[in-house]
Nanobody, 117 residues
């Protein structure tokens, strides 16, 4: 089972930026890496995904504000978040996958993002 270590979350004001990072354990490089988020009382949802060739996809609420990147040699994925809104507040998790819809079982502890004045 893959293990994840997420970092970079924090408390910021609306309009600020944050950069999240996540490293997956093991040496296998999976075709896809993604960032999910879960707000209190809501389901965990996919917000950004990236393939090994750098192709990316974003959920509509974050398009134009979030950028996902990856370092294949380090099994690491980043999420640069800009123009943060209160509705972006959530616990953020990363995951590796075989496709954009087939994810490897397991979750890390996540990193908390709070957007508030």
């Amino acid at each position: 089972q893959v293990q994840y270590v997420e970092s970079g979350g924090g408390l910021v004001q609306p309009g600020a930026s944050l950069r999240l990072s996540c490293t997956a354990s093991g040496s296998r490089v999976f075709s896809f890496m993604g960032w999910f988020r879960q707000a209190p009382g809501k389901e965990r949802v996919l917000v950004a995904v990236i393939a090994t060739d750098g192709a990316t996809g974003y959920a509509d609420p974050v398009k134009g504000r979030f950028t996902i990147t990856r370092e294949n040699d380090k099994n690491t994925v980043h999420l640069q978040m800009s123009s943060l809104k209160p509705e972006d507040a959530a616990a953020y998790y990363c995951r590796v996958g075989l496709s954009a819809t087939t994810w490897v079982n397991g979750w890390g502890q996540g990193t908390q993002v709070t957007v508030s004045t």
